[in-house]
T-cell receptor, first 115, second 112 residues
């Protein structure tokens, strides 16, 4: 079945460590996104990519990095520079041709906890 | 400033009852508005999309309304079920470049 797969589901990190969250999609979507979700707040955009080998900073990119070497994959690295990384991270994708409808397809999320 | 505000923040209802969730937005220009359902610990799933010309749209027991003049939308849930317990997120597309602006969500708990 087509969809978006995020891994790991749960991740624990010690302060000062970098961690990478995986996001893979087989929907043949051009655009992929990373959002951060904190209690009581709306989803906030970290990074997005419209095509392979190109990505743009979102509203809260500091302390994060991404790559888009393949259409199917958009991994997110949470670096030690991110001061408050404990959150629920959501990866999403959508077809560029349907951009005006705003429909995003989300993965199941990754919960990162800093010890 | 482009904003989406949802109310109430949380809601508890008994199984079988109806409820209505509200979404007010100040996004301009407006493209469309979408309601998502997010089960705890899962990713959001789209319920319905409303464009400028649409007033009402139904998806099973979910009915969304849009008043583009007052910039308000509502999501009405009929004959609630335990499986309706989730967060409901209002997302408005617009504000230039079809940016997506997310509301903080309403957390609904349906009790037996």
């Amino acid at each position: 079945d087509g969809g978006i797969t995020q891994s790991p589901k749960y991740l624990f990190r010690k302060e000062g460590q970098n961690v990478t969250l995986s996001c893979e999609q087989n929907l043949n979507h051009d655009a992929m996104y990373w959002y951060r979700q904190d209690p009581g707040q709306g989803l906030r955009l970290i990074y997005y990519s419209q095509i392979v080998n190109d990505f743009q900073k979102g509203d809260i990119a500091e302390g994060y990095s991404v790559s888009r070497e393949k259409k199917e994959s958009f991994p997110l690295t949470v670096t030690s520079a991110q001061k408050n990384p404990t959150a629920f991270y959501l990866c999403a994708s959508r077809n560029r041709g349907r951009a005006n409808t705003g429909e995003l397809f989300f993965g199941e999320g990754s919960r990162l906890t800093v010890l | 400033k482009n904003q989406v505000e949802q109310s109430p923040q949380s809601l508890i209802i008994l199984e079988g009852k109806n409820c209505t969730l509200q979404c007010n937005y100040t996004v301009s220009p407006f493209s469309n508005l979408r309601w998502y359902k997010q089960d705890t610990g899962r990713g959001p799933v789209s319920l319905t999309i409303m464009t400028f010309s649409e007033n009402t749209k139904s998806n099973g027991r979910y009915t969304a309304t849009l008043d583009a003049d007052t910039k308000q939308s509502s999501l009405h849930i009929t004959a609630s079920q335990l499986s309706d317990s989730a967060s409901y997120i209002c997302v408005v597309s617009g504000g230039g470049y079809n940016k997506l602006i997310f509301g903080a969500g309403t957390r609904l708990a349906v009790h037996p």
